[in-house]
């Protein structure tokens, strides 16, 4: 299918809100999600008494981003030494027509992936078919939105958008054969239809999960062990590696794995655990001739310094998705990207230097259940909060008068509490586009309220002449079903009235004597 | 108490402006624990709505302001745990370098009111009496940046009040700020699982601590007849105090 084409497929909405709209009206897509809840909330649970293993995981994350660079060359060099091929892409595009190049190279007609969101990223199967490539997804959810046209509505659980009797009609449709509306049906049927495309295949892609600097190890977590056969069966293995899943040491992974197995799905263990060094070498019996790791950066170096460089801890659990109350009623697809729900509402603005999301940021409600359940601690409501201010271009005056902070060893200031990121002056992050100068109209409405309510009479002379107007128009009233300019609210809320007296009225009656309470 | 603990309020400008009875409740229940309470009439707002509006420069005027105004204070207590939250979260990074130690200190002495009560006196029993069943819905910014978590039901259960609760009390009812305006299809249907939830427990009152939630909730229960009342736990509980003398009497 066509880039074009799978953009008609995701909820309809020309915005976060339309889209929103559409899926929370949507009955089926209800229903998908109804189950998600109640699973999902399983693996918070098994995962919440495991603080000292977030405390060790998140400054694992944090030592490799503290010194990417050198990481990076150190990955490049250990995995040189193993003979695997390195190459470095600095975008998307980079990284597709370095992949691509490798097809053509070694004469692939088939291609067999394993669940990767970096190639979800980079639209690697739209640049197969451009190319005249064939290529499978294996991962039977993946399988599932390949084969309905659809992108992944969760990185976890690709197709935890559809109902069972829904992915039964898309698989009966696609392949013409009856299959029952019956999970271990439905299985049984996809495990003898990928068996064939495997053996098919010349060219197994895969993402990464963590590579080891020391070792060279690339560590790969499935549930079906699709991905063991994408990187022992064909020919040749290109693994999609983003720059940030370098961890320093091959032991690191024993501190990281149960942490995103128990985040992700509730596991201690996953049923495959893939650790990959090196192509096949001489006296081995399986694994590929020739082993590529693709290092994508597509704007991820630019984060480095900055207060958005805590998201690149991230390790793609879905934790935060699967506790994010807007996610779980509106789903993926009315995200519009790749990634979704808190950890996409951040990163999709920065991925795209502000051209893609940047109505995402202001849809949550802030609520914190996506910092509270990240088990690498990662502030996710204080990046949304200054996103909202970067993309606007407001912020920059913020702690800007008198002496800055001494800076700190290293010269970037790191996170002052655990969780709760930088001071505000260094979050002037050059990530995203600002909007055009002047200052907008909202922007200077905000001014002035802030200076009228910090004035000394401001704040009760605006808001008693608030209260006039309201109980000219609406006497006796504590309650509007109308108002305009919140006709967002009103819409599906009545709005409290101000009261006919202040609290401030209240306590100055009794401070007279006027009444007693 | 030996000598009685001075408090300044921070009604909120919610309180203040659309639920002045939430105020008054928290008074009492101050002056029930034995605190002298003041109210420095200077202040305004928290500055959150201008934050999470994308507007920090706004959020940090009124900031200072806040220090400003509470800095000589001994203790700041505010019936609403997303105002406390605001001064603990945010206050030191957004104001200037030179303003950052006043921030932490100001922060520092700022409570929600049920925490203040509970944590800081040590005092649950306040004389009220509650007959009646509820289930109380934890406010995201209090539960999650402060830790209110049992100091409103310790207080609740104190005065016999039964607690039932609900599925999930820690989800957010869907308020938000800006989030409640710009994304009602959302924002709506978030509120109607609270309620939902809340239904089922079969209580009297769905009880919480901060009155922009309540009144997201009570504004779609307005729609949907569905749930239980929601009410501020201040409220509930200064409900069941000895009743004041009235205005004009002697003490």
Request: proline fraction near 7%; aromatic fraction near 4%; charged fraction near 25%.
């Amino acid at each position: 299918m066509s880039v074009r084409e799978r953009d008609n497929i995701v909820t309809p909405g020309r915005n976060f809100e339309e889209r929103a709209r559409h899926a929370v009206a949507d009955p089926e897509l209800q229903r998908a999600l109804g189950n998600l809840g109640q699973r999902l909330f399983t693996a918070r649970d098994v995962a919440h008494d495991h603080g000292d293993l977030k405390d060790r995981a998140a400054a694992i994350r944090r030592e490799v981003l503290a010194d990417l660079d050198s990481w990076l060359r150190r990955v490049t060099s250990t995995l040189e030494s193993l003979g695997v091929i390195v190459h470095h892409a600095a975008t998307a595009h980079d990284a597709r027509r370095i992949i691509v190049g490798i097809a053509h190279a070694e004469g692939v007609r088939t291609v067999v992936k394993s669940k990767s969101m970096a190639s979800e990223e980079i639209e690697l199967n739209q640049a197969f078919e451009s190319a005249g490539i064939r290529s499978v997804e294996t991962d039977l959810g993946e399988y599932i939105v390949q084969v309905a046209a659809e992108r992944p509505s969760h990185m976890i659980t690709p197709a935890i958008h559809k109902t069972l009797g829904q992915i039964r009609d898309v698989l009966v449709k696609v392949s013409g054969d009856a299959i029952e509306e019956d999970r271990e049906a439905i299985t049984q049927w996809a495990r003898k239809r990928l068996r064939d495309e495997f053996i098919a295949g010349d060219m197994g892609v895969t993402g990464a999960n963590f590579v080891a600097a020391d070792t060279g190890t690339i560590v790969l977590v499935t549930n079906e062990g699709n991905g063991r056969l994408c990187t022992t069966l064909p020919r040749v293995h290109v693994a999609v590696v983003p720059i940030e899943k370098i961890v320093p040491r091959f032991t690191d992974v024993a501190t990281l794995l149960p942490l995103l197995t128990m985040t992700a799905t509730g596991q201690r263990l996953t049923n495959y655990l893939s650790m990959i060094t090196g192509p096949r070498r001489e006296g081995e019996v399986d694994g590929p001739e020739s082993l590529h790791v693709v290092l994508l950066d597509n704007n991820r170096r630019a984060l480095l310094g900055t207060p958005y460089e805590e998201m690149l801890a991230c390790i793609r659990c879905g934790a935060c998705l699967n506790v994010c109350p807007v996610y779980r009623r509106v789903s993926g697809h009315a995200y519009d990207a790749v990634y979704s729900g808190p950890m996409g509402k951040v990163l999709t603005p920065l991925l795209s230097r502000g051209s893609n999301g940047r109505d995402l940021p202001g849809a949550s409600t802030l609520c914190g259940a996506c910092t509270e359940a990240c088990p690498v601690e990662i502030p996710l409501a204080d990046l949304l909060v200054r996103l909202r201010a970067d993309l606007r271009g407001t912020g920059a005056l913020v702690g800007a008068r008198g002496s800055a902070p001494p800076p700190p060893e290293g010269g970037v200031a790191r996170r002052e509490r655990p969780g709760e990121g930088y001071p505000w002056p260094l979050a002037r992050a050059p990530v995203v586009t600002p909007p055009p100068r002047p200052p907008s109209v909202r922007s200077i409405m905000f001014a002035v309220w802030a200076r009228v309510w910090a004035a000394p009479s401001g704040y009760r002379i605006s808001t008693a002449a608030a209260r006039v107007a309201v109980r000219t128009l609406a006497p006796g009233r504590r309650w509007s079903t109308t108002m305009p300019g919140v006709t967002g609210w009103t819409r599906s809320r009545d709005l409290p009235l101000p009261a006919p007296r202040s609290f401030r009225d209240r306590w100055a009656a009794r401070e007279r004597g006027d009444e007693r309470w | 108490m030996s000598e009685a603990a001075r408090v300044s309020l921070f009604a909120t400008c919610v309180v203040d402006q659309v639920m002045p009875e939430t105020g008054v409740a928290t008074v009492r229940l101050l002056e029930a624990a034995g605190c002298t309470v003041d109210f420095p009439a200077a202040q305004s707002c928290c500055g959150q709505p201008a934050l999470s509006a994308g507007e920090p420069e706004a959020a940090a005027v009124l900031a200072r302001h806040f220090l400003d105004t509470f800095e000589g204070s001994d203790a700041i207590v505010a019936p609403s745990g997303s105002c406390a939250a605001m001064v603990h979260h945010w206050y030191d990074r957004l104001v200037d370098p030179f303003d950052r130690e006043r921030a932490r200190a100001v922060a520092g002495k700022t409570y929600e009111l049920a925490q203040y009560l509970v944590d800081v006196l040590g005092c649950t029993d306040l004389g009220a009496r509650v007959d009646a069943a509820v289930t109380v819905h934890d406010a995201c910014h209090g539960l999650r940046n402060l830790g209110v978590k049992a100091a409103p039901r310790l207080l609740l259960e104190a005065s016999g009040a039964t607690i039932v609760e609900m599925v999930e009390p820690e989800t957010c009812c869907g308020f938000g700020g800006t989030f409640a305006v710009e994304h009602g299809a959302v924002s709506a249907p978030l509120a109607d699982d609270k309620l939902t939830h809340a239904a089922e427990t079969g209580v009297d009152y769905l009880v919480s601590s901060d009155g922009a939630c309540l009144a997201h909730l009570e504004g779609r229960r307005r729609r949907t007849h569905t749930g239980p009342e929601p009410v501020h736990y201040a409220v509930l509980l200064a409900r069941g105090l000895p009743v004041p003398l009235p205005a004009g009497t002697a003490p």
